[in-house]
């Protein structure tokens, strides 16, 4: 049984455009783009025990890469290093959503010293996880916490973003999110079933607004990085960074 909204699951408004009625496979869904806050959404959408058996059972079989991390996290997890160079950030704790076999946190860990905790959906990868060291949510606060392409499949990314930051992010702290950008993704690559959202830089900044946080750093690709609304920051070193990013290519060949 498929559960049905008829309206934004995130501003709530029910004027809506139907952008496709088929993922990239070729199987039934349906994604919608909202009128009243841009955000693309599935709908129906599988219920929450579906979508739970789903990611425990079927989801990685779908991509094909049962027992190793998503391709996607050797592409993204150097941009997170360079993040946190980058803004001189030196996480104690880092707490990442989705961690798959864990194996970022782990290089994250013996990069920095860190300590590194994680979840993920999937009890085989998830015990792969921890056979590398990688924890359970002890209840402390955390410096970084990671959302490294798994916001997008989230039933309720305004809640999980804002407990997260209410609960588990320590004053001063950072959120990272990376999520395949509409604009910057090949289209076929797109429209996936496991995708309860797609996301542009401007519909992810209104829903992490809607949480209370800010852009120290948001690109269309969208990979990103957030700080509390009510937190100071650098704004010139936050476009020394845009800078760079678009310059990268011209000072490698200089």
């Not at 980058?86 to 704790?93: A, I, Q, T, V, Y």
């Not at 209410?166 to 990272?176: C, R």
């Amino acid at each position: 049984m498929t559960e049905h909204l008829g309206k934004c699951p995130v501003c709530s408004t029910a004027e809506r455009d139907r952008l496709t009625s088929r993922d990239r496979y070729g199987e039934p869904y349906s994604a919608w783009l909202c009128h009243g806050c841009a955000l693309i959404y599935a709908d129906p959408r599988r219920t929450e025990d579906e979508a739970e058996t789903f990611y425990a059972t079927e989801y990685r079989k779908q991509y094909g890469y049962e027992m190793r991390s998503h391709p996607l996290r050797s592409v993204v997890a150097p941009t997170i290093s360079d993040f946190l160079r980058h803004f001189n950030m030196k996480p104690h704790r880092v707490y990442e959503y989705g961690c798959g076999t864990g194996d970022w946190l782990v290089e994250l860990r013996e990069s920095l010293g860190c300590k590194v905790f994680g979840c993920d959906s999937d009890p085989m990868v998830m015990r792969a996880a921890r056979e590398q060291g990688v924890q359970n949510d002890d209840g402390d606060y955390y410096d970084l916490i990671v959302y490294n392409h798994s916001l997008e499949h989230m039933r309720d990314p305004v809640a999980c973003i804002s407990v997260a930051k209410s609960t588990m992010l320590a004053p001063n702290g950072f959120i990272f999110v990376a999520v395949p950008g509409l604009y910057t993704w090949s289209l076929e690559h797109l429209w996936q079933s496991a995708h309860t959202f797609q996301f542009t830089a401007k519909s992810l900044e209104h829903l992490m607004w809607t949480c209370g946080m800010t852009p120290l750093y948001l690109d269309e690709m969208v990979t990103s990085l957030w700080r509390r609304q009510d937190e100071p920051f650098d704004r010139a070193q936050a476009e020394r960074w845009r800078i760079i990013r678009a310059l990268s290519p011209l000072l490698k060949d200089g």
